[in-house]
């Protein structure tokens, strides 16, 4: 069974189509501030002069959640399995991504980067790893 995934469409499917080509890039505002998820006006100075800026791919755990009763039957076969909200580098950031690595070791500001997964029907989904071999 397929996987649902998002509605590729106007600023969205941009931000995938970075993803496809194997970048990760954020919007940045002409005032300096970063954002995500991609929309056409800054929610702090409200300007709509921007830019999709590379990003390092790094960051923190900020918060997750561990799921295990799937609410999707694509994903029964894989729980329990955990999704983290990554504080990125890039200011203001923060990302839903899917972890990869063993939940026991989720904690708060856990070192991470963010790696590019291709799912079967070819969509490419962040991923978040530990940064560091955690034994």
Partial sequence: MEKPGPVLEGLTAAWYGFLAAGEMRFQRCACGRWRHA???????????????????RRGAVHSWTVTHQAIHPAWASETPYAVVIVAMEEPGVRLVAGWRGPVDVLRLELPVTVELETRDGGLVVPVACALQDIT
């Fill in 38 to 56: 991609p929309r056409t006006t800054c929610p702090v100075c409200r300007g709509d002069l921007w830019s999709w800026e590379l990003s390092a």
